[in-house]
Nanobody, 117 residues
Framework: QVHLVESGGGLVQPGGSLRLSCAASGFTFSSTLMRWYRQPPGKERELVASIGTFQGNTAYANSVKGRFIIARDNDQNTVYLQMNSLKPEDTAVYFC??????????WGQGTQVTVSS
C-alpha cells in the first residue's frame, strides 16, 4: 500500500525558511517522478516543483524559482522541498505527489505552511 507522509510545515515569518519532507513507501521510489503541489486558501491546487529519477532533473513554477529547491534521497525514500525567502503568498497546504502514470498517481495528506508576521 502506498503511503506518502509530509512533515515540516508550520508558521514562519516573511523572509524565513522551512524544509518540507515527504516519506514514501509502498512503491519503487527511485523510479518515480516526485512532485510538490500546493493549494492556497480558496484557490486551486498548483504544481510547485518536480524531480525526476535523476537528481538533476528538476523543474519549478515561476513563482518559486530561485527560492525553493526540490531534492530526493533514494536511499531514504524521501523527497524534500527547501523553501527560502518565504512570502505571504506562499501560504498554502503543501502536498507530496508520486506519479507513475494516470492510474498510479498518489497523494499525501498535506502539510500547512503559513507565512505571516
Amino acid at each position: 500500500q502506498v503511503h506518502l507522509v509530509e512533515s515540516g510545515g508550520g508558521l514562519v515569518q516573511p523572509g524565513g525558511s522551512l524544509r518540507l519532507s515527504c516519506a514514501a513507501s509502498g512503491f519503487t521510489f527511485s523510479s518515480t517522478l516526485m512532485r510538490w503541489y500546493r493549494q492556497p486558501p480558496g484557490k486551486e491546487r498548483e504544481l510547485v516543483a518536480s524531480i525526476g529519477t535523476f537528481q538533476g532533473n528538476t523543474a519549478y513554477a515561476n513563482s518559486v524559482k530561485g527560492r525553493f529547491i526540490i531534492a530526493r534521497d533514494n536511499d531514504q525514500n524521501t523527497v524534500y522541498l527547501q523553501m527560502n525567502s518565504l512570502k505571504p503568498e506562499d501560504t498554502a497546504v503543501y502536498f507530496c505527489n508520486a506519479y507513475r502514470g494516470t492510474s498510479n498517481d498518489y497523494w499525501g495528506q498535506g502539510t500547512q505552511v503559513t507565512v505571516s508576521s
